[in-house]
C-alpha cells in the first residue's frame, strides 16, 4: 500500500466525518426547532411557561439552557418567561444586520429560549438568572436559524443556520 493511497483514504476519511458530522447538526437543530412548541401559554399576552426535564445547557441538543452545567438528574423544571423579556431579546437580535439579513429573506421569529445562569455561593445561596437567550428563526419549511443572544452585553454572540433543499418528484 502506499504513501498516496493512505493519504487518499485519510481525506475520503475525515470528509466523510465532516458530511456526518454536517448532517447530525442539520438534523440536531431542525429537532430542537420542532421543540418549539412544548410551551404552553400560561397568559398569552404576557408569559409563557416550559416545563420539561433537564436535558443539558445546548439547546440545539435538547437542553433548554438551564441549570448550571450538563446532565445531571436535575428532574423537571418550570420557567415562566414575560413577554417584557422575550421583547427585548428579539429587538436586540433584530439591531444586529445579520438577523436583518435573515429576516428579510423571508425567516421569522418562532420562539424565545431563555439561557439561564444558575450560581451556588459559598453559603449554599442559589441565584439564577437569565443573562442570554437563544432566539429560533423559521424560513418556510426548509431554514431554521439559532440566533444567541447575550442580553448583559446586548448583543449577537452567534448565529447558526440551517437549510434543506426539497425536491419533491410525486
Same mark, same amino acid.
Given at each position: 500500500?502506499?504513501?498516496?493511497?493512505?493519504?487518499?483514504?485519510?481525506?475520503?476519511?475525515? *470528509?466523510?466525518?465532516?458530511?456526518?458530522? +454536517?448532517?447530525?447538526?442539520? %438534523?440536531? /437543530?431542525?429537532?430542537?426547532?420542532?421543540? +418549539? &412548541?412544548?410551551? &404552553?401559554?400560561?397568559?398569552?399576552? &404576557?408569559?409563557?411557561?416550559?416545563?420539561? #426535564?433537564?436535558? @443539558?445547557?445546548?439547546?440545539?441538543?435538547?437542553?433548554?439552557?438551564?441549570?448550571? @452545567?450538563?446532565?445531571?438528574?436535575? @428532574?423537571?423544571?418550570? %420557567?415562566?418567561?414575560?413577554?417584557?423579556?422575550?421583547?427585548?431579546? %428579539?429587538?436586540?437580535?433584530?439591531?444586529?444586520?445579520? *438577523?436583518?439579513?435573515?429576516?428579510?429573506?423571508?425567516?421569522? =421569529?418562532?420562539?424565545?429560549? #431563555? /439561557? /439561564?445562569?444558575?450560581?451556588?455561593?459559598?453559603? @449554599?445561596? =442559589?441565584?439564577?438568572? +437569565?443573562?442570554?437567550? =437563544?432566539?429560533?428563526?423559521?424560513?418556510?419549511?426548509?431554514?431554521? +436559524?439559532?440566533?444567541?443572544?447575550?442580553?448583559?452585553?446586548?448583543? =449577537?454572540?452567534?448565529?447558526? /443556520?440551517?437549510?434543506?433543499?426539497?425536491?419533491?418528484?410525486?
Amino acid at each position: 500500500m502506499g504513501v498516496k493511497e493512505i493519504e487518499r483514504k485519510t481525506k475520503m476519511l475525515m *470528509v466523510s466525518a465532516a458530511l456526518v458530522l +454536517a448532517v447530525l447538526s442539520g %438534523i440536531a /437543530i431542525m429537532a430542537y426547532a420542532n421543540g +418549539a &412548541t412544548d410551551s &404552553t401559554n400560561t397568559n398569552s399576552s &404576557t408569559a409563557s411557561t416550559i416545563d420539561q #426535564p433537564f436535558r @443539558g445547557m445546548d439547546p440545539l441538543f435538547g437542553g433548554r439552557g438551564f441549570g448550571g @452545567g450538563r446532565g445531571g438528574g436535575c @428532574g423537571g423544571r418550570t %420557567i415562566t418567561v414575560s413577554q417584557e423579556f422575550k421583547d427585548n431579546v %428579539i429587538s436586540i437580535a433584530e439591531n444586529d444586520s445579520d *438577523v436583518q439579513a435573515l429576516m428579510t429573506s423571508g425567516y421569522n =421569529v418562532t420562539n424565545v429560549r #431563555p /439561557i /439561564i445562569t444558575t450560581t451556588v455561593a459559598a453559603d @449554599g445561596t =442559589v441565584t439564577m438568572k +437569565a443573562t442570554g437567550a =437563544v432566539v429560533m428563526l423559521e424560513q418556510g419549511t426548509t431554514g431554521r +436559524a439559532a440566533v444567541w443572544v447575550d442580553v448583559e452585553q446586548a448583543k =449577537v454572540t452567534r448565529i447558526e /443556520i440551517v437549510s434543506m433543499t426539497v425536491i419533491d418528484k410525486t
